[in-house]
């Protein structure tokens, strides 16, 4: 590892105002969780993406998202979260970074601790009603769907019940909104394992002064960032970390 480059990171974060963090599906690599477009290993390798998690199939065919696309949310739901997010929580705490935008729908953020968190694909916590509005646990989808109920039924009004997923064909949440406020006097945004390929929240980093891009591997913004570290996620945060505490 280049250890200039962790000062030069550590010095960008000392002389930022206001610091955020944007994470993508990388960042949980470590925890088990495979990301969808690396090559051998990624998840959308061995399906379709517009077909297992889309709103078409979740209306138009429940039985085949039920049996298929529910599946990938519901093996997000066991892991835990690794160093990097425990390390963001931390950077958090002593006031490094004001907070994390998240492309992930692991719930690993949470689970580590970080409080100001902006979710823009949605979450694996929950699911809604799309008729009364009404929030249940994924629990209670899960519950349903297992007892052959598909799709699952509100029971307060009958309406469909739904994860709290941003899937191909639905609209961003308030959260996007939110992230894109927060850029707008953004010094530093620091990129974490995301190949900044999905849009439009690949359109945040041009918006902050300055951006920093930890990832392994190409990313679709190498050449417009102002600092770029190839490693992994957990390590390179250690350290980022460790020489912002130095004395």
Request: hydrophobic share 35%; net charge negative; proline share 4%.
């Amino acid at each position: 590892m280049d250890f200039s480059k962790i000062k030069q990171a550590s010095d960008m974060i000392k002389n930022s105002s206001k610091t955020m963090v944007l994470t993508g599906a990388g960042i949980s690599t470590e925890s088990g969780i495979p990301d969808f477009r690396s090559p051998g290993s990624g998840l959308w390798e061995n399906m379709d993406p517009m077909e297992a998690l889309s709103t078409t199939v979740l209306y138009n065919n429940p039985k085949k998202f039920y049996s298929e696309g529910y599946k990938i949310l519901l093996g997000m739901t066991d892991a835990k979260p690794n160093t990097a997010h425990y390390v963001l929580a931390e950077m958090e705490k002593q006031g490094y970074i004001k907070g994390v935008i998240t492309q992930n729908i692991d719930n690993l953020h949470q689970k580590a601790g970080t409080k100001y968190l902006l979710e823009v694909h949605g979450n694996t916590r929950e699911g809604s009603c799309t008729t009364c509005g009404k929030v249940v646990d994924i629990n209670v989808l899960t519950e349903k769907v297992n007892n052959n109920e598909i799709p699952p039924k509100c029971n307060q009004c009958g309406g469909l019940l739904r994860p709290d997923v941003i899937f191909f064909g639905d609209m961003l949440p308030e959260d996007f909104n939110i992230a894109l406020q927060e850029m707008e006097d953004c010094q530093l945004l620091i990129v974490i394992g995301s190949s900044l390929a999905v849009s439009p929240v690949n359109y945040l980093p041009s918006m902050a002064e300055k951006f920093i891009i930890i990832n392994e591997g190409r990313t679709a913004m190498d050449y417009r960032c102002d600092l770029k570290i190839e490693d992994k996620a957990g390590v390179v945060l250690e350290k980022i970390l460790m020489e912002l505490n130095k004395e």
